[in-house]
């Protein structure tokens, strides 16, 4: 099921910003932790960082603390600034049922959007 749809991804110079979004389509999603995941070629999925439903807990990979931001409103939306070229890779929305389950069996993802830091 296709219920995420990120936006927002694209080319960014290293030092730079870049916001993206991610609109769930049905309205019970509001009531799941979701989160960022990223996937660099030949490397493993990883969280990014993970907000609770209400918006008043999150947790954050330690290479991006203090760089990116979570925030939940009518979309979930990562803040990243102070790009690096290792935060090359393709991201991913995501939604569980519990912090625990996120991004494992019975997550929902979203298609992916690309993120390029240039050097």
């Known amino acids: 099921q296709a219920l995420l749809l990120e936006s927002g991804g694209g080319l960014v110079q290293a030092g730079g910003s870049m916001r993206l979004s991610c609109a769930a389509s049905a309205p019970w999603l509001s009531r799941y932790v979701m989160g960022w995941f990223r996937q660099a070629p030949g490397k493993e999925r990883e969280l990014v960082a993970a907000?609770?439903?209400?918006?008043g807990g999150t947790k954050y990979a330690d290479s991006v603390k203090g760089r990116f931001t979570i925030t939940r409103g009518n979309t979930v939306d990562l803040q990243m600034n102070s790009l690096r070229p290792e935060d090359t890779a393709v991201y991913y929305c995501a939604a569980g049922v519990d912090v625990r389950a996120l991004g494992g069996q019975g997550t929902y993802w979203g298609q992916g959007t690309q993120v390029t830091v240039s050097s």
């Open positions: 907000i609770h439903w209400s918006g």
